[in-house]
């Protein structure tokens, strides 16, 4: 199966930056996108960023220009690069691949159990 484990989340200040990483394991065949969501408190899980296997990125408007999304394939981990954070950053930031197994050849959602991010002063 396919293991995600998201790491880097905490508390800082505005203006502060983090970076966020995605490790991914387990019985890989090919991994079409990999893509950041962040569910705020009361709120349904957004898309923050994603990356697919072309090279292809977007962002969510509120965080163009302040986050970047990159992917270390020797590692099979991705990571989201945070600067310039706003409180309304704050939520529990979800790492999920959409790909494929050895086991499962169709293409399906996987995620990960989310790290936290709290930006306040």
């Known amino acids: 199966q396919v293991q995600i484990v998201e790491s880097g989340g905490g508390l800082v200040q505005p203006g502060e930056s983090l970076k966020l990483s995605c490790e991914i394991s387990g019985s890989l065949r090919f991994i079409h996108a990999m893509n950041w969501y962040r569910q705020a408190p009361g709120q349904p899980r957004r898309l923050v960023a994603n990356?697919?296997?072309?090279?292809?990125?977007n962002y969510a408007d509120s965080v163009k220009d302040r986050f970047t999304i990159s992917r270390d394939n020797a590692k099979n981990t991705t990571y989201l690069q945070m600067n310039d954070l706003k409180p309304e950053d704050t939520g529990i930031y979800f790492c999920n691949m959409y790909g494929a197994t050895v086991y499962v050849s169709q293409p399906r959602d996987f995620w990960g159990q989310g790290t936290q991010v709290t930006v306040s002063s």
């Open positions: 990356m697919f296997d072309d090279g292809k990125k």
